[in-house]
């Protein structure tokens, strides 16, 4: 079988971020969580720290996404999201760089209607961008509004590309598997491995690339952990594992992956999607008043608070090496204002 680098290169691909992102050692969160005692140390991955658009995973996933968008001449490329969406946000941005137009097919999935949540945040950052966005009427989904759009532009002569919610296709995961090829590389250089990875789980391409990619490099996938913050817990293990052996497949992996190493945990989903709770706005202080970093309050802010309740249960132990993905997201912070003034 012939590695996963090779395995890549066959895929059209654009380059939208610095690579590698860097991981850095949470020394402050170490103190203040008591785990030099414990001789736990943690990391953070910080896939928030990219140039482009504010940031973030999306950037990985449309890469893949973009780079096939380009081989295929597109013209427009429209995806869909929540209205705090990040994947719209980069989606937005990738496309002002490239020079394609974009339009955002937004829905309201969250129960919020007021000034800030509708026009603040990613909001803001879609218009700047120059997207066009278009808010899905009750009664309809993102996905059937998406295609009934790309149906009207294609009528209108446009080569058009739809990119579904978070860029989660077998496609966008290469995104991920490449970003595990990455952490192997700098594991080797740093002279550790990691014995636990953390992330969060909306759209699950995030856990599925990863798994797929440590899974094509023969490492059981196994000491990656998510926490699901969109679909309850089950149904992001059944998408997670899904899409895991979807990205092998494409990239013509004969890797056996079993229901048991896909980790998925729901404690920290709250009462729904894009809904606070109290740990997440507790994980967002102590993150960014021990480290002085943003994490969000819908997705790595709750993946956060799973760990902090894990590492306070004793689930970890001495010598363990945590590695927190950091998604990006920051942006949502300024559509959760009310929020995290209340904390
Ligand atoms: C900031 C952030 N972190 C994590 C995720 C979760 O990634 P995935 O949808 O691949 O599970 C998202 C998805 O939208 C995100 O925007």
Not at 156 to 173: D, F, L, M, W, Y
């Amino acid at each position: 079988m012939a590695p996963l680098h090779s395995l890549l290169d066959h895929f059209p691909q654009i380059s939208l971020l610095d690579r590698p992102t860097p991981i850095q050692r949470l020394e402050g969160l170490e103190r203040s969580l008591g785990l030099v005692k414990r001789g736990i140390k943690l990391f953070a991955k910080r896939d928030d720290y990219m140039a482009l658009g504010g940031g973030g995973n999306k950037l990985r996933k449309l890469e893949f996404h973009l780079g096939e968008a380009l081989r295929d001449k597109v013209d427009v490329v429209v995806t869909m999201g929540g209205l705090q969406s990040n994947h719209a946000r980069l989606t937005a941005a990738a496309c002002a760089k490239l020079g394609m137009r974009c339009e955002l097919v937004l829905g309201r999935a969250v129960p919020r209607d007021d000034e800030e949540y509708e026009h603040n945040g990613n909001m803001l950052l879609d218009a700047l961008f120059g997207a066009v966005v278009h808010i899905v009427p009750e009664g309809f989904t993102t996905a059937s509004w998406a295609d009934t759009r790309a149906q009207e532009l294609q009528m209108q002569g446009c080569k058009v590309r739809v990119i579904p919610t978070g860029g989660s296709t077998a496609v966008g995961c290469l995104g991920y598997a490449k970003a595990a090829l990455e952490i192997a590389r700098q594991e080797a250089s740093m002279g550790l491995e990691f014995t636990h990875m953390v992330m969060a789980n909306g759209s699950s391409g995030t856990h599925a690339g990863m798994a797929a990619g440590f899974a094509a490099m023969g490492r059981a996938p196994g000491f990656i952990k998510s926490f699901a913050v969109l679909a309850e817990a089950p149904e992001s293990h059944r998408r997670t594992l899904e899409l895991t052996r979807q990205t092998l497949e494409l990239l013509g992996s004969e890797q056996v992956i079993e229901p048991s190493m896909i980790a998925v945990d729901g404690a920290h989903r709250g009462a729904g999607y894009g809904v606070p709770t109290k740990a997440m706005l507790s994980a967002l202080q102590l993150m960014a008043r021990s480290e002085g970093l943003l994490l969000d309050p819908v997705y790595s802010g709750k993946a956060f608070a799973g760990l902090v309740a894990d590492l306070e249960s004793g689930l970890y132990a001495q010598g363990d090496n945590i590695l927190l993905l950091m998604t990006g997201g920051a942006p949502g912070i300024f559509a959760y204002r009310s929020a995290l003034q209340g904390a």
